[in-house]
């Protein structure tokens, strides 16, 4: 078999400053990825080919449309941890625009937001305690979010019928009806 790919490693760096909300500065601690396209292919019986992005990713549809268009994934998938700032107001509705854009399944994970007695304890420690949004969704090709929870523990399951992801691309073929004559998302090489 051939060898698996490199782990995917982040695009996009969490580089933000919201007035009356957090600041925070990834860059930081991290370097960002150097590739911009991860994906694996679980076979035509399955999914077909899964893209990958991670969190602050998923605010980039130049990558998201990448995935499509150079590898025609009918699956992205994206773990992140959207704060109690963005969450609410982007969490749901970022997951609904990839999927749109690019006719696909976005599905999320999010860890679950820490208790207060877990904030209580983590406070005493060197590192101030971060606060996920949580609510891991699944979000069909059509935009409808099929899946979710709450802030808490739990075990999403996402209906998947890759029928829909085919039926979006020939009913609704924006992949043939782009204007690469005026203008372009690829890949720098």
């Not at 107001?89 to 997951?95: G, P, S």
Request: charged share 25%.
């Amino acid at each position: 078999p051939p060898p698996p790919p490199p782990p995917h490693r982040k695009v996009h760096l969490f580089d933000i400053s919201v007035p009356g909300g957090v600041t925070f500065k990834e860059s930081d601690t991290l370097s960002p990825g150097d590739s911009l396209l991860s994906v694996f292919d679980t076979g035509p019986d399955l999914f077909g080919k899964v893209g990958v992005g991670i969190c602050y990713d998923m605010r980039f549809p130049e990558l998201a449309l990448l995935l499509r268009k150079k590898h025609d994934v009918g699956m992205i998938c994206y773990p992140g941890a959207f704060n109690l700032t963005t969450g609410p107001a982007h969490w749901e509705l970022l997951q609904r625009a990839r999927a749109v854009d690019t006719q696909c399944y976005v599905l999320t994970a999010s860890p679950a937001r820490a208790t207060p007695d877990m904030l209580a304890e983590a406070e005493k420690g060197e590192y101030a305690p971060y606060t996920a949004w949580g609510h891991s969704s699944g979000v069909s090709p059509w935009g409808e979010v099929v899946a979710t929870c709450g802030e808490g523990e739990a075990v999403v399951t996402v209906p998947i019928d890759m029928d829909k992801v085919r039926g979006m691309k020939q009913n609704i073929p924006t992949a043939l009806q782009k204007r690469d004559d005026l203008y372009v998302v690829e890949e720098k090489e």
